[in-house]
C-alpha cells in the first residue's frame, strides 16, 4: 500500500469541496423557497455555514462508507483504509468525517499529519491498478 501524495490529497479536497459548494447552492436555494430570509441577512448567512457543513459531514461518510472513496478519491485514484489496511466501519467514518470539522484541518498536511486520518486511525492510499 502507497500512501496518497499531498498533491492527491489536495486535488480529492478542491474537488470535493466544489462539489458539495454546487449541491449547497442548490439544495440551500430549494430550501429558501420555504423559509422566509427578508431582513435576516446574518441568519441566512448562518444557516447557510450549517447547511453547508452538514451536507459535506453526509457527503463524505456516505461516500467514503459505501465506495471507501468520494467522487475527488475517484477521479485521483484514491481511496480510504484503516491504518491497518481493513475497510473501514461506519463509525470509523463518520469520526473521519466529523474530524474535517476540526478548525485548520485544512492545512494540517502542511505539518506532516491530516488531522481527520490521525483522529480517525485512518488512512488514503493509492489505488492498485
Same mark, same amino acid.
Given at each position: 500500500?502507497?500512501?496518497?501524495? %499531498?498533491?492527491?490529497?489536495? %486535488? %480529492?479536497?478542491? #474537488? =470535493?469541496? #466544489? ?14 423557497? @420555504?423559509? =422566509? @430570509?427578508?431582513?435576516?441577512?446574518? &441568519?441566512?448567512? /448562518? *444557516?447557510?455555514?450549517? $447547511? ?8 463524505? /461518510?456516505?461516500?467514503?462508507?459505501? $465506495?471507501?472513496?468520494? #467522487? ?8 480510504? +483504509? /484503516? #491504518? =491497518?489496511?481493513?475497510? !473501514?466501519?461506519?463509525?470509523?467514518? +463518520? ?6 470539522? &476540526? !478548525? @485548520?484541518?485544512?492545512?494540517? $498536511?502542511?505539518? %506532516?499529519?491530516? *488531522?481527520? =486520518? ?12
Amino acid at each position: 500500500m502507497e500512501l496518497a501524495e %499531498n498533491k492527491q490529497r489536495f %486535488n %480529492n479536497y478542491l #474537488i =470535493d469541496s #466544489i462539489i458539495c459548494s454546487i449541491l449547497t447552492l442548490i439544495l440551500f436555494a430549494l430550501a429558501v423557497i @420555504f423559509i =422566509d @430570509f427578508s431582513d435576516k441577512d446574518e &441568519i441566512f448567512f /448562518t *444557516w447557510y455555514i450549517y $447547511f453547508y457543513l452538514a451536507l459535506r459531514t453526509i457527503y463524505y /461518510t456516505v461516500f467514503e462508507y459505501y $465506495f471507501y472513496r468520494t #467522487i475527488g478519491k475517484t477521479i485521483t485514484k484514491t481511496k480510504v +483504509l /484503516t #491504518i =491497518d489496511g481493513e475497510r !473501514p466501519g461506519f463509525a470509523t467514518v +463518520l469520526g473521519r468525517s466529523f474530524g474535517r470539522l &476540526i !478548525p @485548520f484541518n485544512a492545512v494540517s $498536511f502542511l505539518a %506532516n499529519g491530516n *488531522w481527520h =486520518d490521525s483522529v480517525s486511525k485512518t488512512m488514503v492510499v493509492k489505488e492498485v491498478l
